[in-house]
């Protein structure tokens, strides 16, 4: 259950209305999501977390978008987060990631996690190696 209640005509408000026409020109796609309806109830918020979005998921990078959508399902799954793991998933299917794709995002995934927290539970030093500058 939410923490707030939807707004029943977020579109009322000029500058929500303004959003969620960019995020349907942007994604050429009617639809809008849970997360940006329920964000409609602050214009800033949802204005400022959607231009975020937009600047780093929807702009072209050194990272293709199947790349950004399966790095964002590994965050989300890390932090726990089921909406974006789904949401996310979803995206990245859309962007053709393949049933062996979605596989190999998964071990990789289950594979950080262990070696993770044994390094965080040891608090290891980080080699010098591994330091940007580090001279051979």
Request: charged share 20%; net charge negative; with cysteine.
């Amino acid at each position: 259950m939410s923490t707030i209640a939807k707004h029943p005509a977020p579109e009322g408000n000029p500058r929500v209305k303004a959003v969620f026409d960019d995020i349907r020109t942007t994604r050429k796609s009617d639809f809008i999501n849970n997360m940006w309806h329920y964000l409609a109830f602050d214009a800033d918020l949802l204005e400022n977390t959607w231009a975020e979005v937009k600047a780093v998921m929807a702009t072209p990078s050194a990272l293709d978008p199947l790349t950004k959508e399966m790095l964002y399902i590994a965050v989300s799954v890390t932090n726990g987060c089921g909406y974006c793991a789904h949401s996310h998933t979803a995206a990245a299917k859309a962007k053709g990631m393949s049933a062996e794709q979605h596989a190999d995002l998964l071990r990789v995934i289950a594979l950080a996690a262990n070696p993770n927290q044994l390094a965080t539970a040891l608090q290891l030093p980080v080699d010098s190696a591994f330091n940007t500058d580090h001279q051979p």
